[in-house]
T-cell receptor, first 117, second 112 residues
Framework: GAVVSQHPSRVICKSGTSVKIECRSL??????MFWYRQFPKKSLMLMAT?????????EQGVEKDKFLINHASLTLSTLTVTSAHPEDSSFYIC?????????????FGPGTRLTVT | KQEVTQIPAALSVPEGENLVLNCSFT??????LQWFRQDPGKGLTSLLL?????REQTSGRLNASLDKSSGRSTLYIAASQPGDSATYLC???????????FGKGTRLSVIA
């Protein structure tokens, strides 16, 4: 149980285009999902916290107009990178908190590798 | 602001050796501590979660301890195997359903 999927796993796009990444909790309901970014050989940095039915909370330095987050249901959150630039190339990972069971435990998706050319 | 530090940054050991990875955090008021494994270019695999009221957790050859008051955790790997080669990440959160703060990880290589 507690499986989180992400789609796509890899995407290559041209500079200036937008890319949408989906994060789904497959067998549980997630009231909160988190989006992280990981640059090569670096650790994960939190980008935003996404609560179902409300606006996402962004970390300092993360442009909310560039990284659009929508959490429309208890099983789906999306991250849209708008007007992507090469510096947005990174590994994006989402996680979801399990609504029941051990509070505070998070399950991570497999990640999405974004390359902007 | 919570900061998580992992030492060493990289470690290379011969197969069969027991090893310890270290994690420290600056704010001892944590809710949970989790250890993850990350293979190159892949996502995270949760290894062990220690709740703040617990002192250790075990899973197979892995044992994680937590000393909340001193802000430290260790991950002990017994009888290491080449398949254990990966980056190991330590992360904490300050309350239930809040984001994790990650260390930079320890890159482990187990040599056959």
């Amino acid at each position: 149980g507690a499986v989180v999927s992400q789609h796509p796993s890899r995407v290559i796009c041209k500079s200036g285009t937008s890319v949408k990444i989906e994060c789904r909790s497959l067998d549980f309901q997630a009231t909160t999902m988190f989006w992280y970014r990981q640059f090569p050989k670096k650790s994960l940095m939190l980008m935003a916290t996404s609560n179902e039915g409300s606006k996402a909370t962004y970390e300092q330095g993360v442009e909310k107009d560039k990284f659009l987050i929508n959490h429309a249901s208890l099983t789906l959150s999306t991250l849209t990178v708008t007007s992507a630039h090469p510096e947005d190339s990174s590994f994006y990972i989402c996680s979801a908190g399990v609504r029941s069971g051990r509070v505070g435990e998070q399950y991570f998706g497999p990640g999405t590798r974004l390359t902007v050319t | 602001k919570q900061e998580v530090t992992q030492i060493p940054a990289a470690l290379s050991v011969p197969e069969g050796e027991n090893l310890v990875l270290n994690c420290s955090f600056t704010d001892s008021a944590i809710y949970n501590l989790q250890w993850f494994r990350q293979d190159p270019g892949k996502g995270l695999t949760s290894l062990l979660l220690i709740q703040s009221s617990q002192r250790e957790q075990t899973s197979g050859r892995l044992n994680a301890s937590l000393d909340k008051s001193s802000g430290r955790s260790t991950l002990y790997i017994a009888a290491s195997q080449p398949g254990d080669s990966a980056t190991y990440l330590c992360a904490v959160n300050l309350s239930g359903n809040t984001p994790l703060v990650f260390g930079k990880g320890t890159r482990l290589s187990v040599i056959a």
